[in-house]
């Protein structure tokens, strides 16, 4: 059996498994925390919280829902630069303050630097989320890419 040693959120050490190597500054209390991260596959575990609650009733607002999808999927991704391009999603079930949701996200194609990853989130043995994320991997990070510059320039 591998040995398994969780330092901390973004550390994972495990002989089958690597370590994350995009969105390390994220905050896990809102997007989730990495429980297994292999390459082209990962799972994230959400505890939902109060600071997620959209009403009385106690429902979870899908932005923190997605928000952990889109992280499972650059997490499956994990290289430095992957951003999300585009996604198609749907919401299945009410997520409820204090839920656990596991998502896990799965590397389905790769072409050149753009990467297609099928997300699952479920509850228990409820499906409450399911999603297909499209990712660019660039050279350099987003906001120092040329294409940005020659834009802002554009503008003046």
Same mark, same amino acid.
């Given at each position: ?11 994972? *050490?495990?002989?089958?498994? *690597? ?11 809102? %997007? ?7 390459? !082209? ?20 607002? !899908? !932005? ?12 499956? *991704? ?10 198609? %999603? ?21 072409? !050149? ?44």
């Amino acid at each position: 059996m591998a040995k398994k040693e969780q330092k901390s959120n973004k550390e994972i *050490v495990d002989d089958s498994l *690597v370590l994350l190597n995009t969105h390390e500054k994220l905050d896990s209390s809102l %997007c989730g925390d990495v429980e297994e991260l292999k390459l !082209g596959y990962a799972r994230i575990s959400l505890a939902t919280t109060e600071a997620m609650r959209a009403d009385d009733v106690g429902l979870v607002h !899908g !932005g923190f829902i997605f928000s952990a999808a889109d992280f499972a999927a650059m997490a499956a *991704v994990n290289e430095r630069n992957v951003v999300l391009a585009s996604s198609v %999603c749907q919401f299945l079930a009410p997520v409820r303050v204090g839920d656990f949701v596991i998502f896990e996200a799965r590397e389905r194609q790769k072409e !050149g630097r753009k990467r297609s990853v099928y997300v699952t989130g479920s509850v228990l043995d409820i499906k409450v989320f399911e999603g297909e994320f499209k990712t660019v991997v660039t050279d350099n990070h987003v906001l120092n890419l040329t294409l940005l510059d020659n834009a802002e320039k554009a503008v003046e």
